[in-house]
T-cell receptor
């Protein structure tokens, strides 16, 4: 139990579908992150939110749309995805954003498959 | 951000001590060294972090020489459950942007 819960754990969707990934943290943290981990590639940072404000968009295509309604919840809205978007999507949180020397706590991810 | 280099894979047997070394030749003054562990189909887990000399916790030790151009993660008496990928990250204290490399895949045999 990491204190960061992601749902669903697995998702299969067609390229024309719209779906959302959900992340919830129970650690009282103020920063939340989305990462993408493709097969045989390193984790890639996608988005960063600090106190509900987006502070980083790592050149992510607009078919990925993040939403952070409060410091405990983070969503990733998906639409018109491509097969190369199939990957493990990981959510993480940390005490405060913008500070490097603090651990990030990861969820176990959503395994996304695009048909 | 400093680039890290670590072995792609390592093998060990249960009960042995495992040392994984990471090179980071262009580490900056305000950079910290952090290690994460990742099991299949799970997110990475923080193991240990240090700035210089030696840090020890209940899971591992981290050795950092004076020049800080490398670091060594030491896992005492590994078990089968330590089979995982281990990532070495170097990042400054003024950013939360973690840059993961390909990590070291540790396989522990009975």
């Amino acid at each position: 139990e990491t204190g960061v819960t992601q749902t669903p754990r697995h998702l299969v969707m067609g390229m024309t579908n719209k779906k959302s990934l959900k992340c919830e943290q129970h650690l009282g943290h103020n920063a939340m992150y989305w990462y993408k981990q493709s097969a045989k590639k390193p984790l890639e940072l996608m988005f960063v939110y600090n106190f509900k404000e987006q502070t980083e968009n790592n050149s992510v295509p607009s078919r990925f749309s993040p939403e952070c309604p409060n410091s405990s919840h983070l969503f990733l809205h998906l639409h018109t995805l491509q097969p190369e978007d199939s990957a493990l999507y990981l959510c993480a949180s940390s005490q405060v954003g913008g500070v490097g020397n603090q651990p990030q706590h990861f969820g176990d991810g959503t395994r996304l498959s695009i048909l | 951000l400093a680039k890290t280099t670590q072995p792609i894979s390592m093998d060990s047997y249960e009960g042995q001590e495992v040392n994984i070394t990471c090179s980071h030749n262009n580490i900056a003054t305000n950079d910290y060294i952090t290690w994460y562990q990742q099991f299949p189909s799970q997110g990475p887990r923080f193991i240990i972090q240090g700035y210089k000399t030696k840090v020890t916790n209940e899971v591992a030790s981290l050795f950092i020489p004076a020049d800080r151009k490398s670091s060594t993660l030491s896992l005492p008496r590994v078990s089968l459950s330590d089979t995982a990928v281990y990532y070495c990250l170097v990042s400054p204290d003024n950013t939360d942007k973690l840059i993961f490399g390909t990590g070291t895949r540790l396989q522990v045999f009975p």
